[in-house]
C-alpha cells in the first residue's frame, strides 16, 4: 500500500485508568505504533491520562499530554495541535469509544481529522454488543444464546427462559472486571446486582 503523502501529524489515544497487572498490551502496542509513526516521519501527539505508562514517556511521542480522556479535552488538543489523523486503535474500549464519541459530536469532521486504523462502523460493530451479536448472525457465525439486561428482572427472566450456567459481563469496565460465571440463581442475582450498580 503506497505511504499517505496527507498524513503528517497523528494524534494517539491511549488507554488511561488501568489496574495492576491489566492492560500492559495497550501501552505496549501504542508505544511501538508511536516509534513506528516517529519512524515514518510522522509527528506524533499522545494523549492518555494515565501518567504511570512507558507510552506517556517524554521520548515516546514529539508531544505527550496527560489529559482526562474526554471529547471536551481531545478537542483542545485536536484544536491546539491539527493532527491529520486519529489512531483509536490503541487504546482499548477506552480509545475505541472516544473515536466514536468524537466523530458523532462531530469534531473529526470539524477539525478535518481522518479516523485512522479501523472505520467508525467497524468500531461501533464491536463495541456495541448487540451489533456485534447481529453481525455474527447475519454472517452465520454460531454464537450463544445473549441478551442485553438492564434490569435484575431482565436478567432473571433470562436466567429462567434458557438456564444455568451463565456468563454475566458488563458493558463496559476497567479491564473486563466485574463479570462473573452464575451457577444458579442466588450467584446472578448478587453479580448483576454489583454490575447493575
Same mark, same amino acid.
Given at each position: 500500500m503506497?505511504?499517505?503523502k496527507d498524513? $503528517?501529524t497523528?494524534?494517539?489515544?491511549?488507554?488511561? !485508568?488501568?489496574?495492576i497487572g491489566?492492560?500492559?498490551e495497550?501501552?505496549?502496542a501504542?508505544t511501538? *505504533?508511536?516509534?513506528? =509513526?516517529?519512524?515514518?516521519?510522522?509527528k506524533?501527539i499522545?494523549?492518555?491520562?494515565?501518567? *504511570?505508562?512507558i507510552m506517556?514517556?517524554?521520548?515516546? *511521542?514529539?508531544?505527550?499530554?496527560? &489529559?482526562?480522556?474526554?471529547?471536551?479535552?481531545?478537542?483542545k488538543?485536536i484544536?491546539? &495541535?491539527?493532527?491529520?489523523?486519529l489512531l !483509536?486503535?490503541?487504546?482499548?474500549?477506552?480509545g475505541?469509544?472516544?473515536?466514536?464519541?468524537? *466523530?458523532e $459530536?462531530g469534531i +473529526?469532521?470539524?477539525?478535518?481529522?481522518a479516523? =485512522?486504523?479501523?472505520?467508525? &462502523?467497524?468500531?461501533?460493530k464491536a463495541?456495541?454488543?448487540?451489533l456485534?451479536?447481529?453481525?455474527?448472525l447475519?454472517?452465520?457465525?454460531?454464537?450463544?444464546?445473549?441478551?442485553?439486561?438492564?434490569?435484575?428482572? &431482565?436478567c =432473571?427472566?433470562?436466567?429462567?427462559?434458557?438456564g444455568?450456567?451463565?456468563?454475566?459481563?458488563?458493558?463496559?469496565?476497567?479491564?473486563?472486571?466485574g463479570?462473573g460465571?452464575? +451457577?444458579?440463581?442466588?450467584? =446472578?442475582?448478587?453479580?448483576?446486582h454489583?454490575?447493575l450498580?
Amino acid at each position: 500500500m503506497p505511504k499517505r503523502k496527507d498524513i $503528517k501529524t497523528v494524534l494517539v489515544i491511549g488507554s488511561g !485508568p488501568i489496574i495492576i497487572g491489566q492492560a500492559a498490551e495497550f501501552d505496549y502496542a501504542g508505544t511501538q *505504533a508511536c516509534k513506528a =509513526l516517529r519512524e515514518e516521519g510522522i509527528k506524533v501527539i499522545l494523549v492518555n491520562s494515565n501518567p *504511570a505508562t512507558i507510552m506517556t514517556d517524554g521520548d515516546i *511521542a514529539d508531544k505527550v499530554y496527560v &489529559e482526562p480522556l474526554t471529547s471536551d479535552s481531545i478537542e483542545k488538543i485536536i484544536a491546539r &495541535e491539527k493532527p491529520d489523523g486519529l489512531l !483509536p486503535t490503541l487504546g482499548g474500549q477506552t480509545g475505541l469509544n472516544m473515536a466514536v464519541e468524537l *466523530a458523532e $459530536k462531530g469534531i +473529526l469532521d470539524k477539525h478535518n481529522v481522518a479516523l =485512522l486504523g479501523t472505520s467508525l &462502523e467497524t468500531i461501533k460493530k464491536a463495541e456495541d454488543r448487540e451489533l456485534f451479536r447481529s453481525t455474527m448472525l447475519e454472517i452465520g457465525e454460531p454464537i450463544p444464546p445473549s441478551t442485553i439486561a438492564s434490569t435484575l428482572e &431482565e436478567c =432473571l427472566e433470562f436466567a429462567n427462559k434458557i438456564g444455568y450456567p451463565l456468563i454475566v459481563r458488563p458493558a463496559y469496565t476497567l479491564g473486563g472486571t466485574g463479570g462473573g460465571i452464575a +451457577l444458579e440463581e442466588k450467584e =446472578l442475582t448478587a453479580i448483576c446486582h454489583r454490575d447493575l450498580k
